[in-house]
């Protein structure tokens, strides 16, 4: 079952924080975040694993709240590299079928 | 640089041709998808390949899709009847073997049925 992602796009100035939201109305025990660039592959970004999780790089940091069902994106003092499409995946089927969400639109301008 | 290497990166082709698109993974892995995005629209599953069998597929994958790995280290997706609507970014994918891994995508093929 598809993940539902909400905003479905949003527009920042560089420098100011977002919040990407993805959710589930069937129980999570992964969630997978992604990013795309305009004409590239998906490029991995984190996987979460248990409820409460949270994990980061730089300042892209990501939680997880299996008893919600949901898994939150943090991307803060954003910079323009920052700008693409975020895919959150979850994980389903007997062989690791990662089903992805419509995505989130994010763009920064200067 | 990406651990598969997808060709062609473009093909064009007429309704109703047949189209293979190949994957080549740089290191030995074992399981293998295959995704496709329209334009602007979300990622796709299409089929999941382990063991050299399907393991999985989608409503998408009709018995016009195929998959092989015919040499042990090329991974095809076949159409044999192109449609229009089979225009998209096809990716191969891959994964590692240990517990919870991520997806690494090839640079894709972009198909164009005209």
């Known amino acids: 079952q598809q993940p539902v992602q909400s905003p479905q796009a949003v527009i920042l100035r560089e420098g100011e924080d977002a919040v990407i939201n993805c959710s589930s109305s069937k129980a999570l025990y992964s969630v997978h975040w992604y990013r795309q660039k305009h004409g590239e592959a998906p490029v991995f970004l984190m996987i979460?694993?248990?409820?409460?999780e949270q994990k980061g790089h730089d300042k892209i940091s990501a939680s997880f709240n299996e008893k919600k069902q949901q898994s939150s994106l943090y991307l803060t003092a954003s910079q323009l590299s920052y700008s693409g499409t975020y895919f959150c995946?979850?994980?389903?089927?007997?062989?690791?079928?990662?089903?992805f969400g419509k995505g989130t639109l994010l763009t920064v301008n200067p | 640089e990406p651990e598969v290497t997808q060709t062609p990166s473009h093909q064009v082709t007429q309704m109703g041709q047949e189209v293979i698109l190949r994957c080549v993974p740089i290191?030995?892995?074992?399981?293998f998808y295959w995704y496709r995005q329209i334009l602007g629209q979300k990622v796709e599953f299409l089929v999941s390949?382990?063991?050299?069998?399907?393991?999985?597929k989608s409503e998408i994958f009709d018995d016009q899709f195929s998959v092989e790995r015919p040499d042990g280290s090329n991974f095809t997706l076949k159409i044999r009847s192109t449609k229009l609507e089979d225009s998209a970014m096809y990716f191969c994918a891959f994964r590692g073997t240990g517990g919870v891994s991520p997806l690494h995508f090839g640079n894709g093929t972009r198909l164009t049925v005209t």
């Open positions: 979460l694993l248990k409820g409460g």
């Open positions: 995946g979850t994980v389903g089927g007997s062989n690791y079928k990662l089903t």
């Open positions: 390949f382990y063991n050299n069998e399907i393991s999985e």
């Open positions: 290191s030995n892995h074992l399981y």
